[in-house]
């Protein structure tokens, strides 16, 4: 009986391959560096969440690491996968909305967490998406952006002496068709 306990147990607690090739991988990664490098970290956001609001509620949460606790940070949003509802873009002066959901093709922004103060995003961010064999737009998010299937985002983050400094070089440096 013993040993149908202990089978049952191990089979019960067997984790699938590729789960214990990840975990395998995460040990052999590096801790990035504190003072120079780049910190990449990826979140889901729920459909029918908004995507600004949680990005900006994400980043806030590393203010409370101890590896970033004293410094200032800069970052931007590397990518993002999933599909979105009703955006609305601003496309050569004038809003858009559209209806239905679209997939995003491109998700591009750049936010500061200062040592004090509010986690914001420097500028507007950046859409581009697609429905399903239809025409591509993009621009800047005009007001809510609303997750319709759950969306990864991918976010990059790094040390910054001058936030103000860093804002003007990002919204100076997007170029953005």
């Not at 809003?95 to 922004?109: A, K, R, T, V």
Request: hydrophobic share 35%; glycine share 10%; proline share 5%.
């Amino acid at each position: 009986m013993e040993a149908d306990k202990h089978a049952n147990s191990s089979e019960e607690q067997r984790e699938p391959e590729w789960v214990l090739a990840l975990e395998a991988l995460k040990s052999k990664v590096p801790q990035p560096p504190r003072h120079d490098g780049i910190i990449v970290q990826y979140f889901t956001v729920n459909a029918g969440e908004e995507i600004k609001g949680k990005i900006l509620s994400y980043v806030g949460e590393l203010k409370n690491c101890p590896l970033f606790g004293r410094i200032s940070l800069r970052g931007n949003i590397l990518t993002a996968i999933g599909q979105i509802s009703h955006p609305t873009i601003n496309i050569q002066g004038s809003d858009m909305s559209f209806e239905g959901s679209y997939e995003i093709i491109n998700l591009l922004g750049f936010y500061s967490i200062p040592k004090e103060g509010a986690v914001e995003f420097i500028d507007n961010l950046k859409l581009t998406f697609s429905a399903v064999g239809s025409v591509v737009y993009g621009g800047p998010v005009m007001g809510e952006l609303i997750a319709h299937s759950p969306i990864q985002v991918v976010l990059g983050s790094y040390e910054c002496d001058n936030i103000e400094q860093s804002k003007s070089f990002s919204i100076n440096s997007l170029n953005y068709i």
